[in-house]
């Protein structure tokens, strides 16, 4: 277990509500790559959840000769994104609307609005790095090929909605991206919904990564 600095356990507000979190985790993710390979691990893979599947992307992005495959788990495109989503879906249909459609429809000013004003406190508290491109995992996804990726998410996830990882999987390279939607599952539940197409889609991906690691040896040796 890892204890995030910018989403320490125990923490509060909770980790998912901590707008550090959305910034600043990738780099503790990129610190435990460094300190297996100081371990002696050469090659190693990338696995997270919600706020970590963004860590685990944007690590492999920034350590290309060193993460050789990412799994990433109920994904977001981008922090504005996540932030929009979370405000629509959890703040107002969730906590305050208790799912009234009717009442979302006629709230729908005021729940834009409401976005808008969150959307420039949190870039705000975040500062002019949450504004690079290389911090939206968006625009890494063409990069991470040829390494192989596993996209994941509930199709019924309640805090951040499958068409992130649909719109991550189209700026991937569909020959080394696996996605998968699975049927009915919340946020970070797949395991729970599906235990055995959950580990019999990890263990693909840690098998092609063990194959494209052999292929860097390889290529390593003849030089």
């Known amino acids: 277990m890892l204890d995030l600095w910018a989403a320490p356990i125990p923490a509060s507000p909770p980790p998912c509500l901590s707008p550090l979190s959305l910034l600043f985790q990738h780099l503790d993710a990129i610190a435990a790559?460094?300190?297996?390979?100081?371990?002696?691990?050469?090659h190693l893979v990338t696995i997270g959840t919600s706020i970590g599947a963004v860590s685990a992307l944007l690590a492999a992005h920034r350590l290309p000769d060193d993460v050789v495959g990412v799994a990433a788990e109920n994904p977001f495109t981008t922090i504005l994104d996540n932030v929009e989503g979370l405000v629509?879906?959890?703040?107002?249909?969730?906590?305050?609307?208790?799912?009234?459609?009717?009442?979302?429809?006629?709230?729908?000013?005021v729940r834009r609005a409401v976005t808008r004003m969150t959307k420039w406190r949190i870039m705000q508290k975040l500062g002019p790095t949450a504004h690079d491109p290389d911090m939206q995992a968006v625009n890494v996804m063409a990069h991470l090929a040829p390494r192989p990726v596993l996209l994941m998410h509930g199709t019924e996830d309640s805090l951040i909605d499958h068409s992130h990882t649909v719109e991550l999987a189209k700026q991937a390279s569909s020959k080394h991206t696996e996605v998968w939607l699975a049927e009915g599952a919340d946020h970070t539940v797949l395991y729970?919904?599906?235990?055995?197409?959950?580990?019999?889609?990890?263990?693909?991906?840690?098998?092609?990564?063990?194959?494209?690691?052999?292929?860097?040896?390889e290529r390593e040796a003849a030089t």
């Open 192 to 217: 729970d919904k599906h235990p055995e197409e959950f580990r019999e889609r990890v263990f693909r991906l840690l098998d092609r990564a063990t194959a494209y690691a052999a292929t860097l040896d």
């Open 33 to 42: 790559v460094k300190f297996m390979k100081s371990r002696g691990f050469k």
């Open 88 to 109: 629509h879906k959890v703040a107002f249909e969730r906590v305050l609307l208790r799912r009234n459609q009717a009442a979302m429809f006629m709230c729908t000013p």
